[in-house]
């Protein structure tokens, strides 16, 4: 079986891109969705929802490990079994201290297609 396409679906807190994937997911059963940051925040340990102590990782560990798991969701094997498309909403920008800081690195040409909401 093919490995399935993966599409990056960002913007910033409340531009829709929750909205827009779960009425997509809803109209195709191909189509899988996931919650990056969710994922992102069980993938370092860190409770649901909890953004203050996301937001104090360092950014080096944040982006290293964001890398981590963007690579290991790509290469899961459940996904080959099931979807055809799989649509990852996340951020892409971040706010710190009052600056806008990147949340992309080399995990993005994996991405079959990129999407910004």
């Given amino acids: 079986m ?6 990056f679906v ?14 997509v997911a809803a109209k195709n059963k191909g189509i899988d969705i ?3 940051s969710a994922v992102f925040m ?11 102590s996301l937001q104090s990782l360092p950014d080096e560990k944040a982006l290293r490990e964001l890398g981590k ?3 290991y969701l790509v290469n899961r094997k459940k996904f080959n079994k099931f979807k055809k498309i799989i ?8 706010i710190r201290n009052g600056m806008t ?11 079959d297609a990129i999407i910004l909401i």
């Fill in 42 to 52: 069980k993938w370092l340990g860190i409770k649901n929802m909890d953004y203050i």
């Fill in 34 to 36: 996931v919650k990056g």
């Fill in 2 to 7: 093919k490995r399935p396409k993966f599409v």
């Fill in 87 to 94: 649509f990852i909403g996340a951020h892409f920008i971040n």
């Fill in 10 to 23: 960002g913007g910033i807190n409340g531009s829709g891109k929750t909205t827009i994937l779960n009425i």
């Fill in 101 to 111: 800081k990147e949340w992309v690195g080399d995990w993005f040409s994996l991405m």
């Fill in 69 to 71: 798991m963007m690579r």
